[in-house]
């Protein structure tokens, strides 16, 4: 069964950085969207950012300028650089990708276990 791993989370001061990674635990046929989303405690869960397999990008607002979504389409993987971080961007990350893991398969969405960014001094 694939899964989608995420790593990099951790705790950093604001104003810090962060790059979280996400990418398949096994082979895949295909892999066209790609976002990060989050949930802080009480909240519900936000797309924070996205990109296609042609690299169009779309970020939430509150993002702009300071995150920057990418990704290796080689490894079929996916980042979220985020500098100049805030204490309202702690939350829990999750990785979304709409995929098929054979060519014959349908297009599914899977989700990453979360990987926590807490910002605190």
């Known amino acids: 069964q694939v899964q989608l791993v995420e790593s990099g989370g951790g705790l950093v001061q604001p104003g810090g950085s962060l790059r979280l990674s996400c990418a398949p635990s096994?082979?895949?046929?295909?892999?066209?969207?790609m976002d990060w989303y989050r949930q802080a405690p009480g909240k519900q869960r936000e797309l924070v950012a996205g990109?296609?397999?042609?690299?169009?990008?779309n970020y939430a607002d509150s993002v702009k300028g300071r995150f920057t979504i990418s990704r290796d389409n080689t490894k079929n993987t996916v980042y979220l650089q985020m500098n100049s971080l805030k204490p309202e961007d702690t939350a829990v990350y999750y990785c979304?990708?709409?995929?098929?893991?054979?060519?014959?398969?349908?297009?599914?969405?899977?989700w990453g276990q979360g990987t926590q960014v807490t910002v605190s001094s």
């Open positions: 979304h990708g709409l995929l098929a893991i054979r060519r014959s398969d349908p297009f599914r969405h899977y």
């Open positions: 096994g082979s895949i046929f295909s892999i066209p969207k």
């Open positions: 990109i296609s397999s042609g690299g169009s990008t």
